[in-house]
């Protein structure tokens, strides 16, 4: 009996690997594969974001000074599960695993991405959900390409659509994750593995499907910003201008961040200690400051439909780029992304205090598109995604803006693994 179920097994495997006969349209096999690997791939986010929304709430209701505890305790408690079950790495792991780890994103490491990053995006951590979407929805489509027996490059290109998938969901932008998770894996000036853009974008839109369904997600912008009327030709110019004060704040956060690397990386402590230490470091700066908790998703609307004076926009400007830096350098777990967005929120409405007869919306959007290029070098799909994202439909204002963030980055990029190409082995 067991010798017939594996003749039938291989038997199931091998038709997995022949073609689709008298198939008289593009799509094969691997279309299916991709689909797969996006609905799986919406399905993990959506239950993910649902989890992370109730235990938001949760850790919500501790207010004033319970604040600090409570974050320092979530440090603690993520810093003790990455200890304990294992490291599972940052963005950086997971573009050198694309590029030089055959293109496979091992699962073993999303029970401890999952569980820390829980914690430290719900108490208010200043880093979103996208990079344990991305861990977990990129290890699943490398999960899914070993079970369809697929290697090379095709099994590359479904980690990089499980990895759009991942992006898709957070965004809510199919072409935008796409192109992200593309361009994040890029080598100095080029973007590489431009062949996985099909299977990315076939997964990014089942993945977007799904997620929808699951926590009933609207079609239309995120953020409440005014609608924007294109005033001339002049309006390119201002973009490039905004653009080039987004990205002197990009090099600002990047400095930032390795002064505060050094500072805890001055002595070798284990990680729980750092990751306490963060959380009441984090926790200390929510207290003064509540709008500079969490990663920004809702914090935006604030800061756009508040009246706020123009110090306390500064004040903000400043403590929100400290906490994102502590954050990230501490041992806590998340994406920078949305983060950034907010401190080119704040910095557009800053410029647009000082300067009235400016348009808030142009501000906004180019100051958010520069210092996301500047920092993660990626122009092309932040265009797209904050076009979703703001409604802001003239993408070429936006281009402008992004290219400027990307081009004037600094030559050593944010992201290590960006920065030299290894041989693979």
Known sequence: MRINRKRRIIRTLNLLDQPIRFNPFVFSRTFFMWAITGLVGGIIAGGYWIVLEH???FLAEFKGWMVIPVMAISGLLAGLVIHFIGDPGEIHLIV???????????????PSMILSSLFCVASGGSLGPEAPLVQVTGSTGTWLGKIFRLKGEELRSLS??????????LFGAPLGGSLFSLEILHHKHAVEYYKAIIPALVASCFSYLMFALIIHLGIGAM???????????YDFLY???????GTLFGWIFIFVVKFFRKIFEYRTFPIYIKTLTGGLVLGIIAFYFPITRYFGHNEINQLINGDYALKFLIVVLIFKIIAIAVTVTSGWRGGFIIPLFFVGTTLGLIIHQLFPTIDTTLAVVSCMAAINACVTRTPMSTTIILGTLTGFTYFVPILFA?????FLAPKIPFIGSQSHQLSEE
């Open 160 to 169: 990089i659509a499980g990895m759009a998938s991942g992006f898709t969901a």
């Open 402 to 406: 992004s290219l400027t963030g990307y």
């Open 223 to 233: 953020w409440d910003l005014k609608a924007y009327h294109y005033t001339g030709v």
């Open 239 to 245: 973009a490039t201008l905004f653009g080039i004060v």
């Open 96 to 110: 050198n695993n694309i590029r030089f780890n055959k293109g496979k994103l091992e699962p073993k490491n999303n």
């Open 55 to 57: 235990f938001t709430e």
